[in-house]
Structure formats: structure tokens, C-alpha cells
């Protein structure tokens, strides 16, 4: 395999293939157009214009755009909300969560948490636009974009010809093909302990999506908070150390992390054992491993 380590999305990517360096750069070329279509840290991309336009007009958008937001609103239906792209609304400046952070600023918060409210994203298919009803919401990719970057990246890689590969956004990964002649296996990150695994799952031509608090978090009164936040309450959550989901997209992988999250144990597995084609391993604060119920352990 020929690996390349790039920064893009904010995010550390890995993009290994079988030949070709060539390739890597078409791949990196790929996830740099995904980036300058979805940041929020430039005025010149599209979700900075929709954001601009909030409550007082649709904005017409690229049709790549217009289905990835309707896409999202459907994974928002699905979990009633727990995944929303207007979680962008909440000032994240509020939500450094570096191991200094020492209170809950839910006063602060709670100001903007009216605003989340993915019923309030407007999607018009036939103007190719869409609207912000209230004024001062905002979107952001933050919860799904690199999993969709993970799968364009793939689907330009296959359409090279290249036949074996992964691409690897920060522990949100796509594999392809095989692995030295077998399905690929993929570790799980100890939570305790993140440079080593605590399990291994061969998973074949998948997308597996890994989230936890071991990497951004704050302790506060001897609790562990996660950098999620439940859009619920504007505040960051507790109780699981880690969530792998494992489906067929990586976008949707991606996205399904942050509700199973907030969801915890018991509504979570519930959830996933009603869906078709994807799974989910939970890790709780104790250290106890759940599984969902098509997963062999």
C-alpha cells in the first residue's frame, strides 16, 4: 500500500492505495473541492451564503449541495431530531473543549438553542434552493462532511481503476477491495487508551465511523463530558466512551455517530436493530461493550 497523510476538513486524513501516487492526489483534489463547497470559514462557500441569507431569502445552491442538506434533513427525521445541521446555530466559541475547561456554560448556550431547528431548514428541489426561516441560524457539516468527503474520495479512487484502498478521515474510514488478498480487518481504538485497540472487526468493503470523548473533552466536577452536544439542551453529553457505526457510507456512518451518542445504551441499539444494513458497537462509561444485534462478537 502507498499511504499519504494529509490535513483537510479540518481533519487528519490517511488515503492508502494499492498503486499509484497519482492517485492519492486525485483523491486529495477531491476532498479539497468537498471542503471549499461545505466550510463555514470562508464567505465565499456555499454554506457561508445560505447562513448569510437566514431569514430573508432562499439561496439557490449547486445540486451536489441541495441533496446532501436533503439527505441530512432525512437522517434528522430519523432520529427526531438528534442529528441536525442548524446545530451550527450554537456559538461554538462556548464550547472549547480543551481539558481546561472547567464549567457548563448553559446560560450562554441556551441563548441560541431556539435556533436548532432542522424543521426550520427549508429544502425547495425544484429552485434548487434552500432557506433558513429564522434569522441568525446557521448550518454545518461538521457531523457528516468528512464521511461524504471519505465517500467521493473512494468513488474517484474506483473510478481510476484502483482496486484496493481506504480512506481514513479521522477515524471515519471507507475500505475497499481487499487486504493482501482478505477482507480488510479494522481495530477499534481502545477509549482508555487510543493508541492501541481494543477490538478487531472484519468488515469487508464497508464504512466505519468511531466517536468518543477520549480525544476533546472537558472533566468537571470529576464528570467526563463529551465534546458532543445534545441539540436537546445545548449541553455536552455523558455516558458512552465510544460509538462505532458500521454501514455501507461513510456519510452516513459519520452522521450516526452523534445521535446514537446522545441517545445512549438502550435507545441507541433500539434504533440501530430497526435499521437495515448497519450496526453499531457502544462502550460505556464502565467499560462495558453492547453490541447490536447483527453483530457477531
Not at 89 to 95: E, G, V
Not at 131 to 144: A, D, N, S, V, Y
Not at 231 to 249: F, Y
Request: contains cysteine; neutral net charge.
Amino acid at each position: 500500500m502507498i499511504s499519504r497523510i494529509v490535513k483537510l476538513m479540518g481533519n487528519r486524513f490517511v488515503i492508502s492505495v494499492d498503486q499509484g501516487e497519482e492517485h492519492i492526489d486525485a483523491a486529495i483534489e477531491e476532498i479539497s473541492r468537498i471542503e471549499a463547497l461545505l466550510t463555514t470559514y470562508s464567505d465565499n462557500s456555499v454554506t457561508s451564503k445560505v447562513n448569510a441569507m437566514a431569514g430573508i431569502q432562499a439561496v439557490e445552491v449547486p445540486e451536489e449541495f441541495l441533496q446532501l442538506v436533503t439527505r441530512a434533513q432525512r437522517i434528522s427525521e430519523l432520529t427526531l431530531g438528534l442529528f441536525d445541521l442548524s446545530y451550527g446555530s450554537i456559538d461554538k466559541r462556548l464550547w472549547n473543549f480543551d481539558k481546561n475547561l472547567s464549567i457548563l456554560p448553559s446560560k450562554e448556550a441556551k441563548q441560541n438553542l431556539k435556533l436548532v431547528n432542522y424543521k426550520n431548514i427549508q429544502i425547495d428541489q425544484e429552485k434548487s434552493t434552500v432557506f433558513l426561516k429564522e434569522k441568525g441560524m446557521r448550518i454545518g457539516f461538521g457531523g457528516i462532511g468528512k464521511g461524504y468527503a471519505a465517500d467521493k474520495a473512494v468513488a474517484i479512487l474506483k473510478q481510476r481503476g484502483v482496486k484496493n484502498g481506504v480512506v481514513n478521515a479521522s477515524g471515519d474510514l471507507k475500505t475497499w477491495g481487499r487486504c493482501d488478498g482478505k477482507p480488510w480487518t479494522i481495530s477499534i481504538a481502545d477509549p482508555d487508551a487510543p493508541q492501541y485497540p481494543f477490538s478487531q472487526l472484519e468488515v469487508g468493503e464497508m464504512a466505519v465511523a468511531t466517536s468518543g470523548p477520549y480525544e476533546k473533552y472537558a472533566i468537571i466536577n470529576g464528570k467526563r463530558y463529551s465534546h458532543t452536544i445534545d441539540p436537546r439542551t445545548g449541553l455536552p453529553i455523558s455516558g458512552l466512551k465510544s460509538v462505532t457505526v458500521i454501514c455501507p457510507h461513510a456519510e452516513l456512518a459519520d452522521a450516526m455517530t452523534t445521535p446514537l451518542s446522545i441517545l445512549g445504551v438502550k435507545d441507541g441499539l433500539n434504533l440501530i436493530n430497526q435499521m437495515n444494513q448497519i450496526a453499531c458497537i457502544l462502550v460505556d462509561d464502565h467499560n462495558r461493550v453492547y453490541t447490536s444485534n447483527n453483530i457477531r462478537a
